[in-house]
């Protein structure tokens, strides 16, 4: 059974589809949740939809390429909650360009949000994470067959599967890394390249459809949770067949 | 919150479910409320974990069969659909890693029919079993499949023979290409390469083998059963369900991919 009774996360992109979908996941398993993203506003008022009370969710704005806000973030979970136990990194950015194309300041964008971000959070919550805790990184499939159009995001998102094993090399055997690596997953993220040739994409993909935020965010709880306890530096897939490989 | 009600009333039929891992997955799809086939080679084996799952309170059947044998493996099935009906979850876990004296055979003392039984029980027996489950499958529009592959199914492992390498990298492939075929019918098909696990399996070999895989083990420790098992309820739960295609290493760190 996956329980997360007096479990604390933090949560970086949190009004992401995907990462909205994974706090809800998180909050109806027990977990106390701090929430971050660029927006501090709309962020309160996901936290008060998600938990009218404010007992169980803080929000706080985390812009996760500042290694001071990944600070701020990690000492505000544990003066309000008085522990971190889980640590999940969905913040992310996707824009298209060839490579050809590509103006400096994109790629240098595009990798700090995407892995710089990623750095600056885990930097920040190594010390406050406790034993028997866990860290899933949101990882891509594009990070691992390429993806056109988008070689910063895709190059980025290699490297945090990268970064992903190392650290689970680092902080074993008392913290639990791991990554998930969706596939074509039902959010605004996606919607311009469904325009552009979404029909052809789920006709390659064996189950035949887009995936649901909600199920990415069972493989991060899943992942999370005691039933993973034997499973570090792993990226689980979660992409209806549309990458079968490595 | 359970995640896994979603197994309540499922049945599931588990090969080499006698012992070790097959065991523990038996026994944590009973508890999630499934009805479950234990399917071994041993009948006495099957019969009496069958038994500890029924005095538990659970539904489970005892049936005996060799996996690799298709008129053995024919006949269970008609008993198990018979008493607990079609099978909804087919968990190929039926498998061997012949020793001698401690240590697999070299490939110029390995004997042929070592080889052939080998592949005929780790890889035969997965393709007979889902052969005889999948119609009942895609008539239902639902399914899921898991295949016990292993590390040494993905990169070099001592301690193993060449045959039962070969048979679980085999197993891979299987995997990938049945779950793009059957995607489209509702099922998902994939994979689990436990790393060294505590089960009677790995006992066969000196102790300085596996304590030399506790050192080379990120979380420092051998797996256990119930580690593999709780992988295996995952991925046959409505949670996993758009992952199909994977090999999941349930390996402590000691393999990342
Ligand atoms: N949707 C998909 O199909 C898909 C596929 C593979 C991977 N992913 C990954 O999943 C994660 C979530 O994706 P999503 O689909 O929910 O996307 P989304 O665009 O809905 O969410 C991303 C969130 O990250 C936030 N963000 C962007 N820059 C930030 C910064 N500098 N600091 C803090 N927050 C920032 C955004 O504000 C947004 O809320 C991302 O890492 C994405 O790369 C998504
Ligand atoms: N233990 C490990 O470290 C480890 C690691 C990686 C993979 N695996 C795999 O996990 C699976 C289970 O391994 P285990 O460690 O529990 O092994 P085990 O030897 O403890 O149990 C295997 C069971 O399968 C049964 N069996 C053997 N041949 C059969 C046949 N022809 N038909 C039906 N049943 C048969 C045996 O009677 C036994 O009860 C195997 O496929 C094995 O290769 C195990």
Redesign the interface.
């Not at chain 2, 990120?218 to 420790?221: E, G, I, Q, S, V």
């Not at chain 2, 949670?239 to 994977?246: C, E």
């Given at each position: 059974m996956i329980g997360f009774d007096g479990k604390v996360l933090l949560l970086t992109g949190a009004q992401g589809g995907i990462a909205r979908a994974t706090a809800e996941r998180f909050l109806a398993h027990g977990a106390r949740l701090l929430l971050t993203d660029l927006d501090g506003t709309a962020l309160e008022e996901l936290g008060r939809r998600l938990d009218p009370t404010g007992g169980r969710v803080l929000t706080m704005a985390q812009d996760v390429t500042v290694p001071a806000d990944a600070l701020r973030a990690v000492t505000a979970a544990v003066e309000r909650f008085g522990r971190l136990d889980l640590l999940v990194t969905a913040a992310g950015l996707y824009p298209e360009a060839l490579v050809r194309d590509m103006p400096d300041d994109e790629w240098r964008r595009v990798i700090a949000v995407n892995l710089d971000g990623v750095f600056f959070t885990t930097r920040a919550a190594i010390p406050a994470l406790a034993p028997g805790g866990a860290i899933v990184n949101v990882a891509s499939m594009a990070g691992h067959r390429g993806s056109r159009a988008h070689a910063h995001y895709a190059a980025a998102k290699g490297a945090v599967t990268s970064f992903t094993r190392s650290l689970a090399l680092e902080l074993a055997p008392a913290i639990r890394v791991n990554a998930v690596a969706p596939g074509l997953i039902d959010t605004p993220m996606v919607q311009p390249l469904m325009a552009a040739k979404g029909e052809q994409l789920l006709a390659q993909t064996p189950l035949g459809r887009l995936g649901r935020a909600d199920e990415v965010a069972d493989a991060v709880a899943f992942l999370c949770s005691d039933r993973a306890s034997f499973i570090t530096g792993e990226t689980l897939h979660v992409n209806g067949g549309l990458h079968i490989a490595g | 919150?359970?995640?896994?009600s979603s197994h309540a009333g499922r049945v599931v039929l588990v090969t080499g479910a006698g012992q070790g891992i097959g065991a523990a997955i038996a026994r944590a799809f009973v508890a999630q409320g499934a009805a479950v086939a234990v399917l071994d080679l041993d009948h006495e084996r099957a019969a009496l974990t069958a038994d500890e799952l029924e005095a538990a309170g659970g539904t489970a059947i005892g049936v005996a069969a060799d996996v690799a044998d298709r008129a053995s493996l024919a006949a269970a099935l008609d008993r198990v659909v018979h008493r607990l009906g079609t099978v909804d979850i087919l968990i190929n876990n039926a498998g061997i890693s012949p020793k001698h004296d401690g240590a697999p055979a070299p490939i110029d003392a390995m004997d042929e029919a070592e080889w052939r039984r080998v592949v005929d029980v780790n890889l035969t027996g997965a393709f007979l079993a889902a052969k005889l489950v999948v119609p009942a499958m895609q008539a239902k529009g639902w399914g899921s499949i898991v295949n016990m592959s292993s590390v040494a199914g993905r990169t070099y492992f001592p301690s193993i023979g060449v045959h039962y390498a070969a048979t679980k990298a085999a197993l891979i492939g299987f995997t990938?290409h049945l779950?793009?075929?059957?995607?489209?019918h509702?099922i998902?098909v994939n994979a689990i390469a436990p790393?060294r696990i505590r089960t009677p399996l790995i006992a066969s070999v000196p102790a300085a083998v596996n304590e030399a895989a506790i050192q080379a083990t990120?979380?420092?420790?051998l797996?256990?059963p119930i580690?593999?098992a709780?992988?295996a309820?995952?991925l046959t739960s409505a949670?996993?369900?758009?992952?199909?295609?994977?090999v999941?290493?349930?390996?402590?760190?000691w393999l990342?991919?």
């Open positions: - | 919150m359970t995640t896994n990938r779950a793009g075929d059957l995607g489209p509702g998902t790393g990120p979380l420092r420790r797996g256990e580690d593999v709780t992988a309820l995952w949670d996993a369900g758009f992952v199909t295609g994977q999941v290493d349930v390996a402590g760190g990342m991919t």
